[in-house]
């Protein structure tokens, strides 16, 4: 299906242009590391935008274009298949987009598999893995964002089912956040879906989480506009009070807790011009640390659109849409534990 101009910005928006990793190849990006060690643990992979660290420590890393979700062991960067089957994507965007654990069982949000606009049959919402072939629906969230739309006049959308983009747990379920009708979800262990906070016209996307508050990356101003990506805050139990933690960098697409607390941030990148539907530049993007006084400090730079960000101690695991996984050893703190 060709893809229509507003479809094309919302890609941008999101940093999700999606393709296999032979149509983004650019060679090896180590990016300029700052005193930080890099190394490529795997590559080859398909539409990968999420990821997260399982229970066995290991990272597990969505595969949104064949619909899988792929285990990588971080120290050897061998890679298992660990579900298959899932919703793949459409139009080369969405398909299994995050993966979350609940304990030792897998949770996959898959997006733009049944919007309308694109005649997708499919059931956009988070999926419980039950083994590597089955898996059974959560939570519907394309018909509960059908059924439920933004506020009208806030901003312009054209996706019914909205473009749901990261996965966090929390206590009692998930945060959902949907980087198109602008807002955060609360689902329940049981399927039952909230809205918990809705945004004007920003794009949330990544988010971690403590007991009580959410800590949320926004990319910016559309289309791009250079330093106005954001990381916010808010508390559970009063989310309409936000607080902006950090500012000025362009498309913030992830927010993380590295060891002892630090918060860190992912930047796709830099806004090159052209067509509003063209991605960050290449090799443009920065690992950051977030600092108590409202700004970023660039621990890591010159990575090639990255989507998802996690810790394993003071190992950063970076996942890019170039189908690329890559580890960067001591940032932040040291840890009682040493991974090569």
């Known amino acids: ?94 398909g299994a ?46 018909t509960y964002a059908q059924e439920h739309p933004p506020e009208p006049g806030l901003f312009p959308y054209f996706l019914a089912n909205g473009l749901q983009y990261a996965l966090q747990t929390v206590d009692d379920g998930f945060l959902v956040s949907d980087g198109h009708h602008n807002r955060i979800y609360h689902v329940t262990l049981d399927g039952d879906i909230s809205v918990v906070k809705a945004f004007g016209d920003v794009v949330p996307t990544g988010m971690a989480a403590t007991a009580d508050r959410v800590y949320l990356a926004e990319t910016g101003a559309v289309p791009h506009e250079p330093g106005t990506g954001k990381v916010v805050s808010f508390d559970m139990l009063d989310p309409d009070a936000t607080r902006v933690v950090a500012a000025g960098v362009s498309m913030i697409v992830d927010v993380e807790f590295g060891p002892h607390g630090e918060l860190f941030a992912l930047s796709q990148g830099d806004f090159g011009g052209g067509d509003p539907g063209a991605p960050a530049s290449p090799n443009t993007g920065r690992l950051l640390r977030v600092n108590s006084d409202g700004s970023f400090s660039v621990i890591v730079d010159g990575l090639d659109r990255p989507t998802s960000l996690d810790f394993s101690c003071d190992t950063a695991l970076v996942v890019t849409l170039t189908g690329e996984v890559w580890k960067y050893k001591g940032v932040g703190d040291r840890c009682d534990r040493d991974d090569d």
């Open 97 to 142: 987009i995050d993966v979350a654990f609940i304990g030792k069982t897998p949770y996959v949000l898959v997006t733009l598999v049944g919007d309308p606009l694109f005649g997708g049959n499919r059931l956009d919402g988070i999926y419980r893995i039950e083994n590597r072939r089955n898996y059974s629906l959560l939570a519907d969230l394309g």
């Open 1 to 94: 299906m060709k893809l229509t101009k507003k479809l094309t910005l919302i890609c941008a928006v999101l940093g999700l242009v999606l393709s296999t990793a032979s149509a983004w190849a650019d060679g090896d990006s180590h990016g300029d590391s700052h005193g930080v060690r890099g190394k490529l643990l795997a590559s080859g992979l398909m539409g990968t935008s999420g990821g997260t660290l399982g229970p066995d420590g290991a990272l597990y890393v969505t595969e949104g274009a064949i619909g899988q979700v792929t285990r990588v062991d971080i120290a050897s960067g061998r890679t298992r298949t660990i579900a298959i089957g899932l919703p793949p994507s459409l139009i080369g965007l969405g």
